[in-house]
Every structure is written in C-alpha cells, then in structure tokens.
C-alpha cells in the first residue's frame, strides 16, 4: 500500500523527471532584495529544487544548507555546483519536511514558493524555520499569490498574506513585519508564453535584544 510520503516522492520525481531542466537556473529576485542587505552567515533554502538561489548565496558567501524532497532534483544541483566549485558552501539535504527538519540555527531561512499539491506540512514547516533563526535572522516567505494561465494549478486556492502569518503564532514584540505585501513580476510559460503574475513577498527579522526571549 503506497503511503502519503511514497506519494510525495513520486509525485516531485515524476515533475523533475519530465524534463533535463525544470526552472531557469536564475536566482529569484526577492532572493537578491532580502540578502544583499544582510551580513553573510549560515542559510537555509527550504526546497532548493535545482539549487539556483543555493548557488547564488554560497557564491556571495553564505554557508547553505539547501533541502528538498526530489532526489533528482538535487542531484541536479550537486553537479551544477560541483562544476562552480560551490559545494564545499552548500550542504544538500534529501529531506520530506514534512517528516524532518535539518539541524542548526541560521541567519537567513528561505521558502520561496513552497507550495505542493500533495502532502506538505506547511504551517509547521514554516514554524519551525522561524524557530531555527538566530536573534536577528530573516525569514523569507515569497508565495504564489496568482497562477498564470499555463499553470495547471490555477483554480487552486492560494493563501494571503494573513492567512499565512496567523497560524505562526508570532508575536510583534519577537518579531519585526519588515516587509508584507504583493509584488508583481514577469513570468515565461514552458512554450514562451508571458504573463504577469504576482507574488506575496513576506520578510520577518527576529528581534535581536534579550528583553524579546
């Protein structure tokens, strides 16, 4: 009897498998935002898939732990960063984040697009990134917040900005809402197709005084 994880693995291996290159290998752009303005220090990519923003962090002197739950796609990005002498700053992790969580505390968690369509224990994966920050670290939360017409998930609903903060439970006097709101951007479809879609881009800085413990 297949379970929920023999699920979601095969469901994530048969998305990568449809293709030698699922995404663009470029950074994502919130990524560049949010990180060039922070001291370089230990991050932590929640569902790297082929390592672009992984690579993009070690190469401007991050350490990454970088997770996801395809091993292909992560092998995928061991070669990419191996042929960019980058592995020696990342650390890949094959992991259902569901089921775990890598060790550590961190400078800067990211979750960009961490949506799934099977079986992905969001709210508590998102809990747990915010409690593995150090005092001062950001979480970076960019969501789908509109799916273009390609998308075969556009009739899925999509959670706000609210909806995705309330269920983790954290306080204004441990937590500063540096930036919350909808970004729009360019997106290109499989066959060339563009359209505009937006994105809700949510950063939160852990307080870094003692009086917030």
């Known amino acids: ?5 023999d699920e979601v693995h095969q469901f994530w291996e048969q998305h990568y498998g449809r293709a030698d290159r699922i995404w663009s290998g470029r950074v994502n752009a919130r990524l560049i935002e949010v990180a060039s303005e ?31 739950v395809s091993a292909t796609a992560l092998q995928r990005a061991t070669t990419d960063a191996r042929q960019r002498n980058l592995l020696d700053r990342i650390d890949f992790q094959h992991r259902d984040l569901s089921d775990s ?86 997106a290109v479809g499989p066959d060339g197709q563009v359209a505009t879609v937006t994105d809700n881009v949510i950063v939160l800085r852990r307080a870094d005084s003692q009086a917030a413990s």
């Open 101 to 186: 969580f890598p060790d550590g505390i961190f400078d800067l968690v990211s979750a960009h697009y961490l949506h799934s369509p099977v079986r992905l224990e969001r709210e508590a994966v998102l809990r747990r990134a915010a409690e593995r920050l150090t005092r001062g670290g950001v979480l970076l939360i960019v969501d789908h917040a509109s799916a273009p017409p390609w998308s075969q998930h556009k009739h899925h609903d999509l959670p706000g900005i609210e909806e995705v903060l309330a269920p983790l439970s954290l306080g204004s006097d441990q937590w500063h809402r540096e930036r919350a709101e909808p970004v729009e951007r360019k």
């Open 1 to 5: 009897m297949e379970t929920e994880a």
């Open 38 to 68: 922070l001291k370089p220090g230990r991050a932590l990519d929640l569902g790297c898939g082929e390592g672009a923003d992984a690579m993009w962090l070690a190469e401007h002197g991050w350490q990454v732990v970088a997770v996801d």
